[in-house]
């Protein structure tokens, strides 16, 4: 039973507008969140993280908000540019931090 | 860069035959993780390590098996490969610093059962 879920396996957008990837999971006992991107051919590499002590958290263009109650969370780069054009995952931990359950992966394509 | 490399990073081999797959890492880090990648299912955890000849078992172990002799070594095998192995294999490991974690990504290994 997948307790990621990111139900839009693909996105495109303008370049210069605004990205928004959304998860979903329902595992209640997860507390950590994180984004990955990841290019073919690569291995998937860290974008942004989120405790659950926390409803947002910011790095640069990419923001990643935290809604506990609805178990979601998104993803948002402002502005979006070619070079975003990935495939995203998101995942969660909790605890210790031993196992980390992913999201099956979207698609991102930024439009130039 | 976590200095993390898998080998080989392409295999080829036939329905029945033992595989192992090898990733090294060079960071003296505790946790290290083999995920598999297909297409609809995302990243699942295979099996993972949290010290020397300390393992255990991930979402889909089933026909896999690991081991973890020194540190910087955590090898995959599959004892008598299948077609539904055919996968993209990554390793990982896992760092854990004031209360955040990340983990870091091999290159991965594409292996074709036929």
């Known amino acids: 039973d997948q307790q990621v879920k990111q139900n839009s396996p693909s996105l495109s957008v303008q370049e210069g507008r605004i990205s928004i990837l959304n998860c979903d999971y329902t595992n209640s006992m997860f507390d950590y969140f994180l984004w990955y991107k990841k290019y073919p051919a690569e291995g998937p590499t860290f974008l942004i993280s989120i405790s659950s002590i926390k409803d947002k958290n910011e790095d640069g263009r990419f923001t990643v908000f935290l809604n506990k109650s609805a178990k979601h969370l998104s993803l948002h780069i402002v502005p979006s540019q070619p070079g975003d054009s990935a495939v995203y995952f998101c995942a969660a931990t909790w605890g210790t931090g031993n196992q980390f359950y992913f999201g099956t992966g979207t698609s991102l394509t930024v439009i130039p | 860069d976590a200095g993390i490399t898998q080998s080989p990073r392409h295999k080829v081999t036939e329905t029945g035959t033992p595989v192992t797959l090898r990733c090294h890492q060079t960071?003296?880090?505790?946790?290290m993780y083999w995920y598999r990648q297909d297409p609809g299912h995302g990243l699942r955890l295979i099996h993972y390590s949290y010290g020397v000849k300390d393992t255990d078992k991930g979402e889909v172990s089933d026909g896999y098996s690991v081991s973890r002799s020194k540190t910087e070594d955590f090898l995959l095998t599959l004892e008598s490969a299948t077609s539904s192995q055919t996968s993209v294999y990554f390793c990982a490991i896992s760092e854990k610093s004031s209360g955040t974690f990340q983990q870091f990504f091999g290159p991965g290994t594409r292996l074709t059962v036929l």
């Open positions: 960071e003296n880090h505790r946790y």
